[in-house]
């Protein structure tokens, strides 16, 4: 949640608003909890609501995972207590600024190559990086698998040659792509590297203390950070509204 805090902040100075500040019930939420949170207050009637949910899909149009299908299920949007974003990426760290990352990740050799590499597609194809997996990594496998003629399928097997192109020497491009080393049925190799499940911790970190107009230098180039900012701070601008993300 302290992520969308920041880019609310980041909103604030961007629309000159000095002398407010955000205010809000911080929920936190994952898994099945944030379906029931949101259940929850929707019933209730008692609070208004801003939730955001990961999509978890792999491509445009992608399946949605269980989450944000539970999430969907337990959203009344008639009800006028709550309002429910899913995300248009992956997950929320996909929209970090990648430079950014590779300055926390400085000291880490791995994981510093890996926020290279999607640097690098990012500049050659951002769609690409708006649907990979930074926490658990990029795996070849699973790609290869996805069910001809799905949305994921279609995605794949139009952007693989690109992905590969990036990847780190000595992973799937280097072990697969070129030299065919292994079959790639319940293939195991890694196309980018995990950076982890405390990326948002750690981005969070790394910017405490910043001015809003340091946060607002840092994210404007950044649309989806800064549209999710606005929604933050349209929702809680004076308000003690819940959040939950």
Known sequence: IKIYELFAKAALEAFSVKN????????PGGGNTTADVLGQIVNEKEKLCLCFVDSDQHCPGGSLGETARRALDAFNESSGYAALEILRVHELENILPLTHLQKIYASNATKLEACASISQISEDDPII???LDFKKGTWLGPIVEARSGSPEGLFWNEKLPRLLSHAPTGTARGRCATEQACALENCACSIIDPLGKEILTEFADSVNGYSRGKLLMLLKSHSEAMRLGRLVMEACF??????IA
Do not use: E, K, S
């Open 20 to 27: 407010w500040d955000i205010r809000m019930h911080r929920i």
């Open 129 to 131: 990086v708006a649907h």
């Open 238 to 243: 004076g308000n003690n509204g819940p959040v």
